[in-house]
Nanobody, 116 residues
Framework: QVQQVESGGDLVQPGGSLRLSCAASGNMSVSWYRQAPGKQRELVAA???????KYADSVKGRFTISRDNAKNTVYLQMNNLKPEDTADYYC??????????????WGQGIQVTVSS
């Protein structure tokens, strides 16, 4: 089993910025989800198979998913944060194995609170 590492998250004021990090190699399919209290988990940002990116309508223009292969890290840059962004954020990655199989690994969740 691969140990997934997520970092970042904080109490931030509206309009502020925050960057979340997830350990992931360039061979992994990675996406970011979030879940607000009492709400369903939703897809926030992801890389597509064509090499592009996709975002939830609520975060378009404010959030950016990127990766640094040299550091084996995927980031979620969150700008102009709003109170509605308050949630637990999860990194999901499809991890390849030596046998050629894959499995989905979820992070433990990163708490982000946007409030004055």
């Amino acid at each position: 089993q691969v140990q997934q590492v997520e970092s970042g998250g904080d109490l931030v004021q509206p309009g502020g910025s925050l960057r979340l990090s997830c350990a992931a190699s360039g061979n992994m399919s990675v996406s970011w989800y979030r879940q607000a209290p009492g709400k369903q988990r939703e897809l926030v940002a992801a890389f597509t198979s064509s090499g592009s990116t996709k975002y939830a309508d609520s975060v378009k223009g404010r959030f950016t998913i990127s990766r640094d292969n040299a550091k084996n890290t995927v980031y979620l840059q969150m700008n102009n944060l709003k109170p509605e962004d308050t949630a637990d954020y999860y990194c999901r990655k499809v991890v390849p194995t030596d046998s050629g199989r894959t499995f989905a690994a979820w992070g433990q969740g990163i708490q982000v609170t946007v409030s004055s």
